[in-house]
């Protein structure tokens, strides 16, 4: 055993990870609340259900994001199939535990969604999946053509399989865990630099993700390395972000489409009251329900 790191050197100083592992709910950090070991509802409770065939059970978290922005767009382009109602599920205080929502997503994370324009309804989860979802059932922003809806995919999967590193590798030793390690931080500050260096590169001799085709890949993208390059958990400086010249130049332009806009604003729980509208039921939430209007009413949603 003279390769095994000597124990006095770990993380606290003596500790050897035990035969088996047992959970300790007491870990301090960030969320420590809501993470379990095991998966399923904790509690009954039904979902609302709205007036439109597409019902979002969901948060305004990059994740979310993805697929209101997706919403947004299908509706900028007069598909009033798409119409939805977003319902918030508030995962800092368990929701995502209730059982309706499981029987959703047995993962027990937003977003969710149910169509109920199919019989049966049909259940999604995995932002992924809704966004390609979403693009066949309606035909846009996933290119026909079989190298752009390749590329498409790539690009989609590759988001899917690399923001983890980035949310619960940099973001929860850099901001969330009790305590800094240095290890873990620099171990995920190099991916996350590595992955916004491939944005960087790419981006910079294609206008978006898929060359001139504004596709599901940058809905998705978007929301996770937008929010990486400009505020998320105050790592600007950190990361050095501005040497990213061709992603920052991407971020600016999507970040101005009116769906993109719109789709940011739709169950946000943080920032200036008149960028969250918390429930979304009708475009004219937009007008009439931000959440600056809502105080100002006392509560009251017209
Ligand atoms: N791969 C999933 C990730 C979803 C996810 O991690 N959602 C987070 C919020 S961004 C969540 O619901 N967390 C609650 C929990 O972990 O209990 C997706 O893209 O839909």
Do not use: C
Request: charged content about 20%; overall charge negative.
């Amino acid at each position: 055993m003279a390769d095994q790191p000597d124990p006095a050197n770990n993380q606290p100083p003596g500790y050897v990870p035990p035969k088996v592992w047992v959970w300790d709910t007491a870990n301090g950090g960030a969320f420590a609340n809501i993470n379990r070991p095991i998966s399923g509802a904790t509690h009954d409770k039904e979902l609302p259900i709205g007036k439109h065939p597409l019902q979002l059970y969901s948060m305004g978290t990059p994740n979310g994001v993805k697929v209101t922005i997706m919403l947004e767009e299908l509706l900028a382009l007069g598909v009033t199939a798409a119409e939805y109602d977003a319902w918030m599920i508030m995962i800092g205080t368990g929701d995502q535990f209730g059982s309706d929502f499981v029987a959703i997503n047995p993962n027990s994370k937003i977003p969710a969604m149910m169509d109920h324009s199919v019989s049966p309804p049909v259940r999604l989860f995995e932002s992924g999946s809704m966004l390609f979802y979403l693009a066949e059932k309606f035909g846009h922003f996933l290119p026909t053509e079989t190298h752009k809806r390749a590329e498409t995919m790539n690009w989609l999967m590759w988001q899917m399989a690399s923001a983890p590193y980035v949310g619960g590798g940099l973001g929860h030793f850099y901001a969330y865990a009790p305590f800094k390690m240095q290890y873990p931080i620099d171990r995920f500050a190099m991916e996350t630099k590595r992955q916004l260096h491939v944005l960087d590169t790419h981006l910079a001799t294609n206008k978006y993700m898929v060359g001139d085709d504004y596709t599901i890949a940058d809905m998705a993208i978007w929301p996770w390395y937008g929010s990486i390059m400009r505020e998320a958990y105050n790592a600007q400086e950190f990361l050095n972000v501005k040497e990213y010249t061709h992603l920052d130049r991407w971020v600016t332009e999507v970040g101005k489409r009116p769906a993109v806009i719109r789709g940011r604003m739709v169950n946000r729980t943080f920032g200036q009251p008149e960028t969250q509208l918390r429930e979304r039921h009708d475009a004219s939430d937009f007008d009439n329900n931000r959440e600056d209007m809502v105080i100002a009413r006392d509560g009251k949603r017209i």
